[in-house]
């Protein structure tokens, strides 16, 4: 199907676009004329060799392709939608080590024992360290009088909430956050990261993190580290793929709480009916709302298998599928007025953690409990939080990321 409104050239992961705006209007047009589109790419141009790749646009199909690993594989070409396109195919291959990019069954394998660390039980005995973290970090920003929303407060709690939850102790903190903070966002030259930099980064936090896997096996503790690699039967991890997993864990779990945090924010300050709402409130279904409006994750992919059909498009056996949260999330045929931020939506069905599969994001309550403190600590402790800049976005080819919003903290 052809989308003739589109200017030619127009790709759904360019950074540049990312970098102003994430594009709605544009995912609108495909919904309403080719819902599964082909976006053509200079050859090679995301890292993977070919020429382009479908862009899933509506709710229902996103679902489609998300809960059909059989059909849609997030290991032949990772679920990255767009890499560098210096990137050699070794340095891609090597990222399939991480679940997120793992197929059925030794997805499912993986799955099953990390899981033992992100229970209900689990989240829970995080909760009141978290609360008095929020607080403090609140309180921190507040002494500043106006500062950089972005690394005073929303940075701050999901680095914290992973040490916590992963048991890192503080000695070690500094050297973690600098490693996470140094493995996101190299696709933006402002700032100063260098893929060798990130890489190196990358390196030595499996490295701490397998030593620490290590040194747990020895000598357990009560800690989600032992739990994960304490026996060596089949039902744990080894320490590589421990290594492997705190790696996600920090990729995963950081840039998008964190966006996730500012964007609220923002949405707060610029919708500030909701804001009063909130403070009087306090309605449960905000978090979800926050999720859904800021989308931090655009897209990831998947592979077709096999040739198929979505959406009215023939796919090819080894097309790459992305699989667009953003223009989800928007869609009108199941959302009512989904430019409306609306923190008492509900039902809200959003897919900003996923389309529902097995690789459903496994820190969605441990995101929406900080998600919840956060804003409970700034409601309480800085109500009359106002706007001092618009944000500067983030460039990049996938996440909607925002690296500064100055703001005054009343
Ligand atoms: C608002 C914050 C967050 C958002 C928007 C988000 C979004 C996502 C999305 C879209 C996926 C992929 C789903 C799929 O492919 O079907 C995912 C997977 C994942 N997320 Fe999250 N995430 C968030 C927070 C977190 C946190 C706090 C953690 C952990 C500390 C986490 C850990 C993971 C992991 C481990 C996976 C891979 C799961 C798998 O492959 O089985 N996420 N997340």
Redesign the pocket.
Same mark, same amino acid.
């Given at each position: 199907m052809s989308c003739p409104a589109l200017p030619e050239g127009f790709d759904f992961t360019d950074p540049d676009v990312y970098q102003h705006r994430v594009p709605l209007p544009e995912f609108a047009q495909l919904r309403g004329t080719a819902p599964v589109w082909w976006n053509a790419q200079p050859h090679g141009i995301a890292g993977f060799g070919d020429d382009g790749y479908w862009v899933v646009t509506r709710h229902e199909d996103v679902k489609e392709v !998300?809960t059909k690993p059989d059909l849609f594989s997030?290991h032949l070409n990772t !679920?990255i939608i767009r890499f560098n396109a210096a990137m050699t195919r070794d340095q891609i291959d090597v990222q399939k080590l991480?679940? *997120?990019?793992?197929d059925p069954p030794e997805?499912t394998r993986?799955?099953q024992i990390?899981q033992r660390g992100?229970t209900p039980r689990a989240i829970r005995a995080l909760e009141d360290a978290l609360r008095g973290r929020a607080t403090r970090i609140v309180e921190a920003a507040r002494a500043k009088g106006t500062g950089d929303f972005v690394t005073d407060i929303a940075c701050e709690l999901?680095l914290q909430?992973?040490a916590e939850?992963i048991g890192v102790p503080q000695d070690d903190r500094a050297r973690i956050f600098d490693w996470s903070n140094k493995m996101i966002a190299y696709d933006d030259p402002e700032l100063a990261i260098t893929e060798e930099v990130g890489t190196n980064a990358a390196m030595e936090l499996i490295s701490y993190a397998m030593n620490l896997a290590a040194a747990r096996k020895e000598c357990p503790a009560k800690d989600i580290v032992s739990r994960l690699v304490a026996a060596e039967d089949e039902g744990n991890l080894g320490s590589d793929e421990f290594g492997f997993?705190v790696l996600?864990?920090a990729v995963?779990?950081?840039e998008?709480?964190r966006?996730?945090i500012t964007h609220g924010m923002h949405a707060f300050l610029t919708h500030p009916d909701q804001w009063e709402l909130y403070k009087r409130e306090r309605p449960e279904t905000a978090a979800e709302e926050i999720?859904r409006w800021?989308?931090?994750?655009v897209a990831?992919q998947r592979t077709a298998t096999q040739d198929t059909e979505l959406g009215g498009a023939k796919i090819k056996q080894g097309q790459r599928v992305g699989?667009f949260?953003s223009s989800a999330n928007n869609d009108p045929e199941v959302f009512d007025r989904p430019e409306v931020f609306d923190i008492t939506r509900d039902p809200n069905p959003h *897919?900003?953690?996923?389309?529902?599969?097995?690789?459903?994001?496994?820190?969605?309550s *441990?995101?929406?409990l900080?998600?919840n403190l956060m804003f409970h600590a700034l409601a309480d402790a800085m109500p009359d939080i106002s706007l001092a800049g618009d944000p500067r976005r983030l460039r990049s080819a996938w996440l909607n990321g925002v690296k500064e919003l100055r703001v005054r903290y009343g």
């Open positions: !998300s997030a !679920s991480i679940m *997120l990019n793992m997805h993986v799955r990390v992100f999901p909430a992973i939850l997993f996600l864990l995963a779990g950081n998008t709480t966006n996730a999720v800021a989308t931090p994750v990831f699989i949260y *897919l900003g953690f996923g389309g529902g599969g097995p690789h459903f994001c496994l820190g969605k *441990l995101a929406i900080e998600i």
